[in-house]
């Protein structure tokens, strides 16, 4: 009886084993890509259009009379400064990006750039659609 129980734990032990390796190959994430591969290189450059995008709005309604909401009017009046924040917003997207991409997150690390982008896109969008009650300066 005892080497009926032992053969039968091996052959357990050994199915469970192939199983498991078996089941592992089956759930392999597909290789990792390249972090400057060209569609990430195609979205930041969609991000920092977006970003530039963003710039030009702002700068447009601030021409109009209209007021800036998330930062305040003399920062967005600054045009180095601005220019510095909007390049800074985009390098800061590629970091998080690099972090994501190095934790293996590489979904959200492509879906981070889409939504940035349209986001960004909206904001902007938004800019240029802005009625102002002020008259031109």
């Known amino acids: 009886?005892?080497?009926?129980?032992s053969r039968r734990?091996?052959?357990g032990a050994a199915a469970l084993s192939l199983t498991t390796a078996a089941g592992a190959d089956e759930l392999k994430a597909?290789?990792?890509?390249?972090?400057?591969?060209t569609t990430n290189v195609v979205l930041f450059t969609g991000?920092?259009?977006?970003?530039?995008?963003?710039?030009?709005?702002?700068?447009?309604?601030?021409?109009?009379?209209?007021?800036?909401i998330l930062l305040n009017n003399s920062i967005v009046d600054d045009k180095p400064l601005f220019i510095g924040i909007e390049a800074a917003g985009t390098a800061l997207h590629i970091?998080?990006?690099?972090?994501?991409?190095?934790?293996?997150h590489h979904k959200v690390e492509r879906w981070l750039s889409v939504v940035h982008i349209g986001i960004t896109t909206f904001g902007a969008v938004r800019n240029y659609g802005l009625n102002s009650d002020v008259k031109p300066q």
């Open 1 to 5: 009886m005892r080497k009926t129980a």
């Open 9 to 11: 734990r091996l052959l």
């Open 30 to 37: 597909p290789p990792p890509h390249r972090f400057w591969d």
């Open 47 to 68: 991000v920092a259009g977006s970003r530039a995008f963003d710039y030009a709005s702002t700068r447009h309604f601030r021409r109009r009379g209209a007021n800036e």
């Open 95 to 104: 970091g998080v990006c690099a972090w994501l991409h190095a934790h293996g």
